[in-house]
């Protein structure tokens, strides 16, 4: 295919990011972002979005209507049991993604707009949906399953799904290629520190366990998500406290986490904190590291053998003191860090464990969209290569194939109730 350029969009519910990527050396040739879709002063629709982004790329010769365009690539969140792989869209594929809906309801309804509006601009071009679900697709039942009644559990679609996956599947492999080793040979833990965070265990390349549930609200402790607490809090509050369902959604999303804690989801803002001896900012901090840590312990235990750790997203690619309070004196797991190298600041991947640590300890910046770009481009190429036919197993050499357990729940759509 001549058409080598591959525009990732990120729809979410009030903003569109995208970039322009060239896929022949993989460089960016525009991004951007457009806010405030629906509020006052932004566009009024994710359409009118979409039009911006197409006049913005149009104003610097990089219009939507260029030969060159090859794909679009789409971030989807939830791609439920169904999705374990980038996907062709085609009408079947959106009425899949319209049927996760009540798994994610508000994200799956924004990027399926994204997706409609940018067909209806390109009707030609393959669109590709990159699901954040699909890398945890890997994870065996044992991890997966929540300990309740299977029968409930596959009627509402109640499982460990995972997110981030994306970014999972990019930096465990972004790890392999820092230490010159194959993927299939190594056993790593990713440590995705964002707003949202989540862990992954990933095993030969295939992830293995992750910390986000049904929902991202699951696991580490987040800007401003709980993570993980005991389920019957929520119980007490109903019952005791007389909360409503939205209120205690409302709380353990967004009013919890480091937020909750302390009244600063920031992390830079927390440090500054803890500088002048706060004592909230402080026991942020110590919860944030000591969940951190018991996940760092649990998937050393679920990979049996860990080679590497890697940090990544923005805490975890630039705060040197949760990097070194998230390992200090964990030399009986083999972990090291080196003082020195971890205070660097740099931007490209680099090792930041001592001589002396048998596990390569390392920070790895995050690229999704350019993960997404590859996936798309991968596809639409293959899908080019065997024209007539809309779907192929052919994709990047360097991926394992993943071999999803069936789930039981397949295609039930779970009751809105399912989720917080
Ligand atoms: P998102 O999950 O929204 O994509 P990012 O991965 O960009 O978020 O991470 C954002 C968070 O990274 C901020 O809320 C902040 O806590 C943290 N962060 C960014 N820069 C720094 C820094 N220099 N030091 C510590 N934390 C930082």
Do not use: W
Not at 218 to 241: C, F, K, N, Q, Y
Not at 318 to 343: E, I, K, Q, T
Not at 375 to 383: E, G, I, K
């Amino acid at each position: 295919m001549t058409a080598s350029r591959v525009l990732v969009l990120n729809s979410g519910s009030s903003s569109v990011k995208y970039q322009l990527l060239q896929m022949a050396d993989e460089s960016r040739l525009a991004s951007g972002v457009v806010e405030r879709i629906g509020e006052e002063g932004g566009v009024a629709d994710h359409t009118e979005a979409l039009r911006k982004v197409s006049a913005e790329l149009a104003g610097r010769g990089l219009g939507l209507d260029s030969p060159e365009l090859a794909a679009v690539g789409h971030r989807v969140v939830h791609g439920g049991t169904r999705f374990t792989e980038p996907t062709l869209v085609t009408d079947d594929v959106l009425a899949g993604i319209e049927q996760l809906v009540p798994l994610a309801p508000l994200h799956n309804p924004a990027n399926l707009t994204g997706i409609k509006v940018a067909r209806e601009l390109r009707p030609d071009l393959p669109q590709v949906a990159v699901f954040d679900t699909a890398f945890h697709a890997t994870i065996p039942e044992a991890a997966a399953r929540y300990a309740i009644d299977t029968a409930t559990a596959d009627r509402y679609g109640i499982r460990r799904y995972g997110f981030h996956g994306t970014s999972h599947a990019y930096v465990s492999r972004a790890t392999a290629d820092l230490l010159g080793e194959d993927p299939a040979d190594l056993n790593v833990i990713v440590l995705h520190l964002g707003n949202g965070a989540s862990a992954s265990a990933v095993r030969g390349g295939v992830c293995v366990d992750t910390s986000m549930g049904l929902t991202p609200l699951e696991g580490l402790v987040m800007g401003t998500r709980s993570g993980d607490i005991d389920p019957a809090v929520i119980i007490h509050l109903a019952r005791t406290g007389g909360l409503g369902t939205d209120e205690i959604d409302d709380l353990l999303n967004k009013r919890s986490g480091l937020l909750g804690l302390c009244g600063a989801n920031d992390m830079r803002e927390i440090g500054r904190r803890m500088a002048e001896d706060d004592p909230r900012a402080q026991l942020a901090f110590d919860v944030y590291v000591h969940r951190l840590r018991r996940y760092v312990g649990a998937f050393t235990a679920v990979l049996g053998r860990v080679d590497a750790l890697a940090f990544t997203a923005g805490v975890g690619e630039n705060s040197a003191a949760v990097r070194a309070a998230a390992l200090r004196d964990l030399d009986g797991l083999g972990m090291v860090v080196d003082p020195v190298r971890n205070a660097v600041r740099g931007s490209g991947a680099r090792l930041i464990s001592a001589a002396s640590s048998r596990v390569a300890i390392a920070v790895v910046p995050t690229d999704e969209e350019l993960e997404i770009a590859r996936d798309a481009y991968a596809l639409a190429r293959d899908t080019e290569a065997s024209a007539g036919h809309t779907r192929s197993s052919a994709r990047d050499p360097h991926r394992p194939t993943r071999d999803p357990h069936p789930p039981a729940s397949d295609q039930q759509a779970p009751t809105p109730g399912a989720h917080p």
